[in-house]
C-alpha cells in the first residue's frame, strides 16, 4: 500500500480537486505510480489531502473516465493505465506481481502498522524501544566532535572488511572492563547489531536450521533468521532466565543449531540473569556444542547496580559470539554495532559484509570511535542512566496507581522495558486498535511471542514523563473497557 | 584463512620464539583461534612475525609438544586443542565447519587477494575502481561541513524507512536536471548503491529467476544475485554497449526477470550508450515487458562532455529502477547511494531494508545532503574531473609508449577505466601472480566475464601518476615474459 503525504494548495487559483486530479496524473506519467498499483481508500485520501470525501470522489471518477484509474466491488481503485499505455501498445512491468514474488517476507502487519504510526505527530508511543529524542546527545555535540581538530583524520574511503581498527580498539579496551579478552582481530564492526544477526543468518547457518532462543525474545519480531530458512524454537523463562537445564532435551528434539539470547535486560522482559545461570547456561552449551549468540545491547545501561559478566566473558573455548551497539546507549542513527567471536568466524563474517555493503559508514565509525576514546561516552551514559531512573520510578508509579488490579510486572533494574502480565487475557488486537485511536501506540506481546495474548512490552525509555502518567492511565481505562473485571 | 598482524617485540627481554608461543597461546586461551583453525604457512608466519622460518618451526613445534597444534602430511598446522579442553571434556563449537556451511558464498578468490592485498603497502594498485585518497575531500571539508552551523539538526535516532527527506528532497532536485521527473516518496535512501542490488535481489525477483545483463559487467564480480539464487546471463555488447535488438531472442531463450545495465561510463569497459541506442532499449525492454535497473554511478564523471540522458528519463510506465551513488564522486566510506523506482516498490525495498539494518546511518544521510545543498558537491566535482582528466592522458600516454604492439583500447570519455585487450590470449593467473610479487595489483578481466582470459581492467582513478607510468612500464614487460610476442 502506498503512502501520501501531498496536500493540494488552498491558496492557488486552480479548484481543489483539479489540484488532486493533476497530482494523481502525474504520478501516474512519471511512472512512480504503475499501473496495478492501488490507490489508498477514500477516505485515507481525503484525510491525508484534509478534504472532504465528495472531493476525493469526483478527482477519482474523472480520472477513471479518463481510464487511468478503475475501482473494482471491494470500494478499492487501482491505477489501470497509464497516459503513455493508452496511447501505444506498450506491456509496462506489473511490479505489483514482483512486489509479491521476492524472497524476503514484508514486515509483520503489526510491525507495519507501528512502522507507520511512528511518524503521525501526537501520538504517545509507550512501547518504544529506544531512547526519547531528548535524552540523544545534541546535535552541538556531535558538531563539536567534529569540530575539535581529532589527531585521527576523518578517513572517506572504501574501509578494510572488519572495520575500523582504532574503534575495534576501542571496543577491545571497553570489553576488557567487563572480562572479556579479546582482540581487535576478533571484533567485526557492524550496521548495527541487528545487521550481525543478518550475517550469522547468512554466513553460519544452513537452511532448515532451528535456532533456540527464549520465550518470549526479540528475535521472534524480526524475520532475519526465517527469511534465511531457519525455524525459531522458544525455550520457557523463569526468573532467572531462559531455563538452562531444559536445553539438553529441547536440543535432543529440536537440534538447534544455535542458541540466541539476551541475558542482560532481556528485550522485552527486562529480565536480568544471574552469574550463576550465566555459567550453567555455558556449561550446558559446551557439552550439547551448542554455540551461543550473547545479544548484549543494553549492558550499559543498568540502573541500580552493574549486572553480571557476560557469558563470553567464561567462553574459553570461543563457543560465545557476542553483540554490543551504540543504539540503546548513544544514538541507533550511528548504526554501529560490533560481534566479537573466534578469528575466522569473524573473517568469514567480515567477507559477506564486504559483500552485501562494502562495510558500515566511515563517518558512524569515525564518530563512534571519537566517542569513546573521548570520554563522551561515558558521561553520555552517566546523564543517561539518571534520567532513565527519574523515567522508571514514573512509570512504575503510574501503572501502581492504574494497573494494580488488571496486571503485574517486574521492577526492571536496568535496559528499557516493563513487561506487563495481564491479570486475564484480552482481544490483543482490540486493544492495540483502540489504544491507537486514543493516540496511543502498544507494542503487544504476541510480537514476541506467537502465543502471548495477555502481555504488553511497555517502554520507560522513549515517551515524555507526562506522557507516561496520560498513557498509562488512558491504557488502564481501555483495558477495562473491554470487559476486563480487575481483582479485588 | 585468519590474517594475523602483530609483530614479536625485539626491545623486550622475552625470547621471540616465547613471544610468538604466548602470542599463539592467548590465541587460543581466548577463543578467537577455535578448535580447528588453520594457521597461515610457516612461511606466511615468518613474514608476518618479521623473523626466520626457523624461529617459526621452533615455537609450532613447542605449541605441539604441548597438545594445542597438529600438523598434517601437507604441511599445515591446526588447532586441535584449548588449553581447556585439554584439562575438561567439553566440546567445543567446530565453527570452521559452520563457516563453510552458510548460505552465502564466500567472495571469488581472487576478489579475496585483491581485498588482502589491497592493505600491502607499497603496493602499485592499477585495477582500483575508487578515488585516490588524494582525490577524497580532506578530513578539514567534512569538519568544515559539521562546524557550520548547519539549518538542520544532525538527527541521530531511528530513520524513517525511506530515509532522510531532506536528502531525498536533494536526490530528486539534481534528478530534475538530467530529465528524470520524480518525487521523494519515490526515493530509497541505501548503504551505498551495492546494498540496492541487494535488496532488489531478496525482495523483489524469485529464487531461480535470470538476470540479464551486459557481457563484461562489474555485477559479474560481485554474488549479490547468485547468493539469493539467481542465475546471470550475459548478453554481448557492441561499441554502442549492449546491443538492444539482441534481446528478444535472449528472453525467448532465457526468460530474464530483469536487466542490469550500466550504460553511462560502463564499469568495466567504460563504454557510453549513445542516446539512440538508450531508447531502442527501453522500447525493446518495454514490448518484452523486461524490466530494467540502470545503475549510472559514474554519470557525474563525465570528463569531455555530459552523456546522454539516463534511460530512466524517458521512461514513462515506470520499467527502469534507477541507482546512483556518492561512492565515486564523493566518498565510497559515507556508504550512500538511492535507488528511484515506482513507489510501491520503493515502499516494498524500504521495508525491506528496516528489517536487514534498521537504515543507513543519519550521520553519513545528513553529511550528504549538507554537501549537496551547499554546493560543495559540484565544487568537488569540478576538481576531481580536473584531475581525473590528468591521470587519464597520463595512463594513456603510458600505454601508449609500452602497450601498442600487446593490447589495444578505447578512450575513455568518463568514469576510471581502460579495458586493456591483449593481442594474444595470456595466462591470466601467472600474469597475475608475477604482477602481485612485482607489486602490482591487477584486476584481470575474468572478473568481469568468466570466458575472459585476454583483457584487463585498469583504473586511473587510483595510483598516482608516477605509479600509473611506472606500474604500466612493469606490466608491459610482464606481458611479454610471458610470451605474448607483440605484433611488429
Ligand atoms: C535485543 C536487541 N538486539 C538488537 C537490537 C538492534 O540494535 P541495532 O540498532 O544495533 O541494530 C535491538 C533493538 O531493538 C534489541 O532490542
Ligand atoms: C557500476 C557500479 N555500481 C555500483 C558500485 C557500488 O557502489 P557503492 O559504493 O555505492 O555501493 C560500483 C562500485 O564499484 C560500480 O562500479
Not at 550496521?191 to 544477526?197: T, Y
Not at 527464549?214 to 522458544?234: I, T
Not at 569515525?366 to 552517566?382: H, M, N, P, T, V
Request: hydrophobic share 40%; with cysteine.
Amino acid at each position: 500500500m502506498i503512502t501520501v503525504d501531498w496536500k493540494p494548495n488552498r491558496f492557488s487559483p486552480v479548484p481543489i480537486q483539479k489540484q488532486i486530479e493533476q497530482f494523481i496524473k502525474e504520478k501516474i506519467v512519471n511512472g512512480e505510480w504503475t499501473i496495478g498499483t492501488k490507490l489508498p481508500s477514500q477516505r485515507a485520501l481525503a484525510q491525508a489531502f484534509d478534504v472532504n470525501r465528495s472531493t476525493v470522489v469526483a478527482a477519482l471518477d474523472e480520472l477513471t473516465a479518463a481510464g487511468l484509474l478503475a475501482g473494482n466491488t471491494g470500494g478499492g481503485t487501482r491505477v489501470i493505465n497509464t497516459t503513455w499505455s493508452l496511447l501505444a501498445s506498450v506491456s509496462p512491468t506489473n511490479w505489483n506481481a514482483n512486489v509479491e514474488l521476492g524472497i524476503h517476507p514484508p514486515n509483520l502487519p503489526t510491525i507495519q502498522e507501528i512502522n507507520h504510526a511512528e511518524f503521525r505527530s501526537g501520538i504517545i508511543r509507550l512501547g518504544t524501544g529506544e531512547l526519547s529524542p531528548s535524552l540523544l546527545p545534541a546535535s552541538e555535540q556531535m558538531q563539536q566532535l567534529f569540530a575539535r581538530q581529532a589527531a585521527r583524520p576523518i578517513p572517506l574511503g572504501y574501509q578494510e572488511a572488519k572495520g575500523d581498527s582504532f574503534l575495534r580498539e576501542q571496543i577491545v579496551q571497553r570489553l576488557k572492563k567487563e572480562g572479556i579478552a579479546t582482540s581487535p582481530d576478533s571484533v567485526l564492526i557492524v550496521s548495527g547489531a541487528l545487521q550481525a544477526l543478518q550475517l550469522i543468518a547468512i554466513g553460519l547457518l544452513k537452511k532448515g536450521s532451528t535456532v533456540l532462543l527464549e520465550n518470549p525474545s526479540y528475535l521472534h519480531s524480526l524475520h532475519v533468521f526465517q527469511s534465511a530458512g531457519m525455524k525459531l524454537q522458544g525455550v520457557p523463562m523463569d526468573p532467572d532466565g531462559l531455563q538452562a537445564e531444559l536445553l539438553p532435551a529441547y536440543q535432543k528434539q529440536f537440534k538447534g543449531a544455535i542458541l540466541y539470547s539476551i541475558p542482560t535486560f532481556h528485550n522485552p522482559t527486562g529480565n536480568v540473569m544471574p552469574a550463576k545461570r550465566r555459567e550453567e547456561l555455558l556449561r550446558v552449551c559446551d557439552e550439547q556444542s551448542l554455540p551461543i549468540i550473547e545479544d548484549d545491547v543494553y549492558r550499559d545501561l543498568w540502573l541500580d547496580e552493574r549486572p553480571p559478566c557476560p557469558i563470553k566473558a567464561g567462553d574459553k573455548n570461543g563457543n560465545v559470539l557476542y553483540l554490543g551497539s551504540m543504539s540503546k546507549s548513544v544514538s541507533p542513527g550511528l548504526r554501529i554495532g560490533w560481534l566479537v567471536g573466534p578469528q575466522p568466524v569473524i573473517e568469514r563474517l567480515a567477507d559477506i559484509k564486504m559483500q552485501i555493503d562494502y562495510g558500515a559508514s566511515s563517518l558512524s565509525q569515525w564518530a563512534a570511535g571519537e566517542w569513546i576514546a573521548s570520554g563522551a561516552y561515558d558521561q553520555r551514559l552517566a546523564v543517561i542512566r539518571e534520567q532513565l531512573r527519574v523515567r522508571r520510578a514514573c512509570m512504575l508509579n503510574a501503572l501502581e496507581r492504574n494497573c494494580r488490579d488488571l496486571a503485574s510486572w517486574d521492577y526492571p533494574t536496568g535496559g528499557f522495558y516493563v513487561w506487563l502480565r495481564m491479570h486475564e487475557a484480552i482481544p490483543m488486537k482490540t486493544l492495540f486498535d483502540r489504544a491507537l485511536s486514543a493516540g496511543i501506540l502498544l507494542n503487544p506481546g504476541h510480537l514476541y511471542d506467537r502465543q502471548e495474548f495477555g502481555a504488553l512490552r511497555l517502554s520507560y525509555a522513549y515517551a515524555s514523563l507526562e506522557e507516561l502518567q496520560q498513557g498509562i492511565a488512558a491504557l488502564a481505562d481501555i483495558i477495562r473497557s473491554l470487559g476486563a473485571t480487575g481483582r479485588t
